[in-house]
C-alpha cells in the first residue's frame, strides 16, 4: 500500500502561481510512476502531468509550458509548479501513484485550486 497527502492548494489570481506538493509513503518502491490528476465541478478527472521513476514527463496539452512536475530525490514525493494559472485550472487536484506489477493506482484526497479572474 501507498500513501498520498497533497498540500499546497488554495485561491490564488489569474496570471499567479501555485506549487502543490504531495509526500508518498508506505511501500514506495513498487511505484513506477507518479502524477496529478484533476477534477472539475461537473466535469470527469483528467490527467494533468505524470513523471516516471526514470524522469520522463507528460502533460496535458492544456498546461504544457505553464505547469511543471518534478520528484524528490528520495522519489517520496512529487511536486507540481503552476505558474500563469487561468480560471479553468479550477478544480480538485490529486496525486497519483502506479505501479505496473501488480497493477495498482493509489490516490491522495485531493487538494483544492481556485483561479479566480
Known amino acids: 500500500q501507498v500513501q498520498l497527502v497533497e498540500s499546497g492548494g488554495g485561491l490564488v489570481q489569474a496570471g499567479g502561481s501555485l506549487r502543490l506538493s504531495c509526500a508518498a509513503s508506505?511501500?514506495?518502491?513498487?511505484?513506477?510512476?507518479m502524477g496529478w490528476y484533476r477534477q472539475a465541478p461537473g466535469k470527469e478527472r483528467e490527467l494533468v502531468a505524470t513523471?516516471?521513476?526514470?524522469?520522463?514527463?507528460n502533460y496535458a496539452d492544456s498546461v504544457k509550458g505553464r505547469f511543471t512536475i518534478s520528484r524528490g530525490n528520495a522519489k517520496d514525493a512529487v511536486y507540481l509548479q503552476m505558474n500563469s494559472l487561468k480560471p479553468e485550472d479550477t478544480a480538485v487536484y490529486y496525486c497519483?501513484?502506479?505501479?505496473?506489477?501488480?497493477?495498482?493506482?493509489?490516490w491522495g484526497q485531493g487538494t483544492q485550486v481556485t483561479v479566480s479572474s
Open positions: 497519483n501513484a502506479a505501479s505496473w506489477v501488480p497493477r495498482n493506482d493509489y
Open positions: 508506505g511501500s514506495i518502491f513498487s511505484v513506477n510512476a
Open positions: 513523471i516516471s521513476s526514470g524522469g520522463n514527463t
